[in-house]
């Protein structure tokens, strides 16, 4: 599961259900198959006849509910599906940038000085 996003709820939820479940149905150790570690959720399923991985799984599931939605991220996300902007759309808005910082140099809100300077390191965004 390498590379897949992790929901934190969804986290949080099947170690909480690990955790207040009777050891007849051991659920303990699910949240750890979810996270892709499948090392510990055998473990988790193998120590089930004792309340060890019962209150592993409380803590965890409070731990995934305590932890902003970024830091979840960064911790067990894999790689995120961000929308990168390809060339095209780059250079669209680099121009319409340009643009508007022409408009302000034509209007003398800025000098042209200042306008070079800003034109220069928009276009170097470009490359």
């Known amino acids: 599961m390498e590379g897949r996003l992790r929901n934190r709820q969804v986290a949080a939820s099947l170690a909480l259900l690990g955790a207040l479940t009777p050891g ?20 988790y399923l193998l120590l089930g006849w004792t309340q060890i991985p019962r209150i592993a799984c409380a803590i965890e599931g409070v731990w995934y509910l305590s932890q902003n939605e970024a ?6 996300g894999g790689t995120e599906a961000v ?3 390809d060339k095209a759309e780059q250079v669209s808005a680099i121009a ?20 070079e300077q800003k034109r220069r390191v928009l276009l170097d965004q470009v490359s």
């Open 71 to 76: 830091g979840f991220r960064a911790r067990f």
């Open 96 to 115: 319409s940038a340009l643009r508007e910082l022409d408009q302000l140099r034509q209007e003398g809100l800025i000098s042209e000085y200042e306008f």
């Open 83 to 85: 929308a990168v902007p």
């Open 24 to 43: 007849i149905l051991p659920l303990s150790g699910l949240h750890k198959f979810y996270m892709g570690q499948p090392f510990w959720g055998v473990a």
